[in-house]
């Protein structure tokens, strides 16, 4: 089992940013890649970032490219998503996910996939003003 916990989410005028930090445990995380999605009042959720643990690799969605960074600490098992130049259309909730799959297969399309995810957090919410 894995237990992840997102905290970081708040309220940020448009132009601002946040970092969200995901923290990981239960277990070795040398395989795992981690995801952060979102959800939006009425919408589905979507993918927004994830990491590949082992290599470091990193998958965006487009809308999120060169404004929003995942990165990984290993020692911490913290995954982070820097956000920068917020939007107000970048206000939902966010979760972190983890991919304990042996069958990964390393592209966005995969890992944007949320159903390709065991693990969940609770989310964290981010509200983006004008």
């Known amino acids: 089992q894995v237990q992840l916990v997102e905290s970081g989410g708040g309220l940020v005028q448009a132009g601002g940013s946040l970092r969200l930090s995901c923290a990981a445990s239960?277990?070795?995380?040398?395989?795992?890649?981690m995801g952060w999605f979102r959800q939006a009042p009425g919408k589905e959720r979507e993918f927004v970032a994830a990491?590949?643990?082992?290599?470091?690799?990193?998958y965006y969605a487009d809308f999120v490219k060169g404004r929003f960074t995942i990165s990984g600490d290993n020692a911490k098992n913290t995954v982070y998503l820097q956000m920068n130049s917020l939007k107000p259309e970048d206000t939902a909730v966010y979760y972190c996910a983890a991919d304990d799959s042996t069958r990964r297969v390393p592209t966005t399309l995969y890992f944007g996939a949320s159903s390709n995810y065991d693990y969940w957090g609770r989310g964290t919410q981010v509200t983006v003003s004008n």
């Open positions: 239960g277990r070795t995380f040398s395989s795992i890649a």
């Open positions: 990491i590949s643990w082992g290599g470091g690799a990193t």
